[in-house]
């Protein structure tokens, strides 16, 4: 996996354009760069930045001139992110008496009063949890605020927002506009897909969309997005980034259209690039489509795995009991390939799938989800929408013998596949020889598939309303 540094992760985020840009990760955290006016004098200069986000790595800035005139160094850099609010002023104001603002109802009329309190303690704990207040009225100490405390000021050591006080040097004095860029979190995104498929049949509609949450605690205006799909090594803060639910949607219309979002190779990830500026507002989920198939093939695939659960274990196991009773459930699945050749062929983020079919009223209806993980083009998508309620499995075995002296193992089973559709399918019989890895498959009533070095495979047509049997018998040695 390629390790990227806090520098190197938002290196390509970084251009000449004055206009907000983000790149935003699918692991809770974003790149941002930005504009900030700079009117400086040769020699040392004070600046502050209130521009950005709330949870910004502060040891991640990068500011430059992108015209390359203004050579600028970062002497000294002092974050603060404690902006006013009502516990911080309280905070500042300890030991004084301050005014408190009430109401009372007297003589059924609503009285406002002024109390004067001694602030004893605030409560305020920096980036902790409060405590509780204690306020002196009238020589008596109380544990909640006597009203609406009324401050005299601010105070010189407060913030309206987030802010960066730099000390800048620089041997170009001038105003200009500089870019800085910065690793934040509050930012997540995810791609959502929608499978609708017809009444019958294996030609389906897929449509893709992506999911921004911006909870960083700035609001972007006409910004570029880009977003970054890979497993990027990032370390990740201890405190978790809430995430906002997602959302999805219906197909549209088959007509072409321009790509709202266009895709990329990128180093070792692919990069999604939203064509269009947008504003991403603080606290806000926007969703935008990315991808859109017609008429794509994903057959449905039945698979009854009677044994699932059993696996090579790396012994011999001898136990006759081991691995014998199955389950019924068939389960269903769906496959599609990611190729050009199939109206798709677009690398694929890792995402949910939901499935829709049409019923007789061309209705849709939700018929299961599953998950996809990061597909390139051209490699091959299955998923499990669920388990089929007209077709059944049954398992059993019909024969075991054992030799320790020459150490052997036959055992044979007996598959029953059940249709109770009123159309044709075929069912996948998987079956793990799991008792040892030297095995042979000594008689069989049906062709099968080797699919791994333990696992093999049938694929049984049966008919409406019919049965079909499958039995093998396996030889194992050591």
């Known amino acids: 996996m390629t390790k990227l540094t806090p520098a190197l992760l938002f290196a390509a985020a970084l251009s000449a354009a004055a206009q907000p840009a983000l790149t935003i990760y699918n692991q809770n955290f974003a790149v941002v760069r930005d504009s900030v006016t700079l009117d400086l004098k040769e020699g040392v200069n004070k600046v502050l930045y209130a521009g950005a986000t709330a949870q910004v790595e502060p040891d991640s800035v990068i500011l430059r001139d992108p015209k390359g005139v203004h050579s600028l160094q970062i002497l000294e850099q002092d974050y603060r992110n404690d902006p006013v609010s009502q516990p911080l002023l309280l905070s500042l104001n300890e030991g004084k008496t301050i005014d408190f603002e009430n109401y009372r109802l007297k003589d059924n009329t609503t009285v406002r009063e002024i109390i004067q309190g001694k602030i004893v303690r605030s409560g305020y704990v920096p980036h902790g949890t409060a405590e509780q207040p204690i306020i002196e009225v009238n020589g008596k100490l109380q544990f909640t605020l006597p009203g609406q405390p009324l401050f005299p000021d601010l105070g010189d050591d407060t913030v309206l927002k987030p802010t960066m006080n730099w000390l800048l040097q620089t041997a170009e004095p001038g105003k200009f506009d500089a870019e800085v860029g910065y690793v934040t979190g509050g930012f997540t995104w995810q791609a959502d897909y929608n499978l609708i498929s017809p009444e019958k049949g294996d030609l389906v509609d897929l449509v893709g969309w992506i999911t921004l949450n911006n909870n960083s ?61 947008t504003t991403l507002h603080d606290r806000e989920t926007k969703q935008v489509e990315f991808v859109k198939a017609v008429s794509m093939y994903a057959p449905t ?105 020459d150490k052997w193992i036959d055992e044979t089973f007996e598959i029953k596949l059940r249709n109770h559709k009123k159309e044709p399918v075929e069912i996948r019989a998987v079956e793990h020889l799991y008792r040892w890895s030297n095995w042979d498959i000594t008689a069989k009533s049906d062709t099968f598939k080797k699919t791994d070095a333990q696992t093999i495979e049938f694929r049984i047509p049966v008919k409406p309303d019919d049965e079909r049997t499958v039995t093998y018998t396996v030889h194992y040695s050591w």
């Open 217 to 277: 605690g700035k609001t972007f205006e006409n910004a570029k997005i880009k977003l970054m799909a890979g497993d990027v090594n990032k370390i990740q803060p201890r405190t978790a980034v809430r995430q906002a639910g997602m959302g999805g949607r219906g197909a549209g219309g088959a007509a072409a259209m321009a790509p709202v979002v266009t895709e990329q190779a990128f180093d070792e990830f692919h990069l999604y690039d939203i064509g269009r500026a």
């Open 301 to 405: 695939i039945y698979v009854y795995d009677g044994a699932s659960g059993y696996r090579f274990s790396g012994g011999v196991n001898t136990t006759q009991s081991y691995g014998v009773t199955g389950n019924t459930k068939v389960n269903v699945m769906r496959e599609f390939v990611n190729a050009e050749s199939n109206h798709l062929g677009v690398a694929l983020p890792k995402g949910r799938l939901r499935f829709y079919r049409r019923d007789t009223d061309s209705q849709l209806q939700f018929v299961g989800e599953n998950e996809i993980d990061h597909t390139p083009r051209d490699e091959t998508v299955r998923v499990t929408t669920g388990n089929s309620f007209d077709l059944v499995g049954e398992r059993k075995a019909t024969n075991f013998r054992v030799d320790s002296g």
